[in-house]
């Protein structure tokens, strides 16, 4: 006879990303590990996008950059293509 009984339980989870070439978000010059500047304020998670290019930023934030005629990477200069489509 077990001598606890759980009644409720809180579990908390996280990401963490392990990319190859940068760790920062050059456009809101955040953490890809955290939420984006945009999102933090809005309580919404952000998640990470790759470009064929090997570099990484918030979706929300090379979405924003891609749509105001910036078409290349901030990075490296080449035209962007996301590697996976999201």
């Given at each position: 006879?077990?001598?606890?009984?759980?009644?409720?339980?809180?579990?908390?989870?996280?990401w963490v990303y392990n990319?190859?070439?940068?760790?920062?978000c050059s456009i809101c010059?955040?953490?890809l590990n955290t939420n984006?500047?945009?999102?933090?304020?809005?309580?919404?998670?952000?998640?990470?996008?790759?470009?064929?290019?090997?570099?990484?930023?918030?979706?929300?934030?090379?979405?924003?950059?891609?749509?105001?005629?910036?078409?290349?990477?901030?990075?490296?200069?080449?035209?962007?293509?996301?590697?996976?489509?999201?």
């Open positions: 006879m077990s001598r606890f009984t759980v009644n409720k339980i809180n579990v908390l989870s996280g990319l190859p070439t940068n760790s920062d010059r955040v953490s984006s500047i945009y999102n933090q304020d809005k309580g919404v998670d952000s998640f990470v996008v790759q470009g064929v290019c090997n570099h990484s930023f918030h979706y929300e934030c090379i979405k924003q950059w891609i749509e105001t005629s910036n078409k290349h990477c901030p990075y490296c200069f080449n035209t962007w293509v996301y590697k996976d489509k999201p």
